[in-house]
């Protein structure tokens, strides 16, 4: 599942991609990490 189509974890995903906003991360690679961490989350649950 693509992190965009869910809710979980959704304040989460928005405070990581400020900071990554902030030290300058491509929007692309923004999204790879997020996609990751958002796997590895619900893989954990």
């Known amino acids: 599942m693509k992190y965009t189509d869910s809710n979980l974890y959704k304040s989460e995903r928005r405070d990581i991609s400020d900071v990554l906003e902030l030290i300058n991360y491509r ?15 619900t893989w954990l649950n």
Request: with cysteine; charged share 20%.
């Open 27 to 41: 929007p692309r690679t923004i999204d790879s990490y997020l996609q990751s961490i958002f796997e590895c989350c």
